[in-house]
């Protein structure tokens, strides 16, 4: 079993690596053969240079997230609510977000899944 202070390190790491522009820090946190489903139903980005060059295009959008409540933990997932800001077309953008994270035992993720849809949608028009 992962062990939970690293698992919410890892989620604030998350965090912190979108607010320091980093994807480099992003795609660390992942296992080589992880997958990311931004958002759920999406193909899944497999792998360190998929994930890495999902996130670079990511924080191109100049994207910072957020937490909006506690991180969640159960067995080897962590579940968090964020908010996803961002400056688009002349305003201030917010995307309402919940990702999970799947950890293995070495206590990288294995996988993230992103819920979102068009309601969590705020100021695109």
């Known amino acids: 079993m992962p062990d939970p202070a690293a698992m919410e390190a890892a989620v604030h790491e998350y965090v912190a690596a979108f607010a320091a522009n980093s994807p480099e820090r992003v795609a660390a946190i992942f296992a080589p053969d992880a997958a990311v489903e931004d958002p759920i ?10 994930i890495l060059a999902f996130y670079t295009a990511s924080m191109q959008t100049g994207a910072k997230l957020e937490l909006t409540g506690p991180v969640r ?4 997932y962590a579940a968090f609510a964020f908010s996803v800001h961002l400056h688009w077309d ?9 990702d999970t994270f799947r950890f293995n035992e070495d206590g990288k993720v294995t996988e993230m899944k992103a819920y979102f849809g068009p309601s969590n949608f705020h100021g695109f028009g």
């Open 41 to 50: 139903g999406t193909p899944p980005h497999v792998g360190h240079d998929a």
């Open 73 to 76: 933990l159960a067995g080897e």
């Open 90 to 98: 002349g305003s201030d953008k917010r995307v309402d977000v919940i």
